[in-house]
């Protein structure tokens, strides 16, 4: 019934800066807590960042903290990670998610809807 689409990956340098954007369908965003995860090559699925359904409350992996900023505009039906002092081991597919519960967790398990995936190739 959900439907999550992201956008905005590519190939950026090491240091520069990226976007992501996620938009979402099917029912009302505002009622959705909403996170981003990313997956690198053989390694397993992570959180980068969760928000709260009114962008009150914010999560951030340790690792990401200073560096990325998680938004959302919920009139646009639209989520975003705004990357900045990316680094190589940070080149993976970048995943939306949105979840029925309104606490920001960081557990996959917990993610009711996925999107497709968004490449984010960061090079030295």
Known sequence: QVRLVESGG??????GSLRLSCAGTGRTFSSLTM??????PGKEREFVAAISLTGYLTNYHDSVKGR?????DN?????Y???NSLRPEET????CAARHGTTVVSTAQYYNY?????QVTVSS
């Open 10 to 15: 590519g190939l950026v340098q090491a240091g």
């Open 114 to 118: 996925w999107g497709q995936g968004t």
């Open 92 to 95: 993976a597919v970048y995943f």
């Open 35 to 40: 996170g981003w995860f990313r997956q690198g």
């Open 75 to 79: 009139a646009k039906d639209t989520m």
């Open 68 to 72: 990325f900023t998680i938004s959302r």
């Open 81 to 83: 990670l705004q990357m």
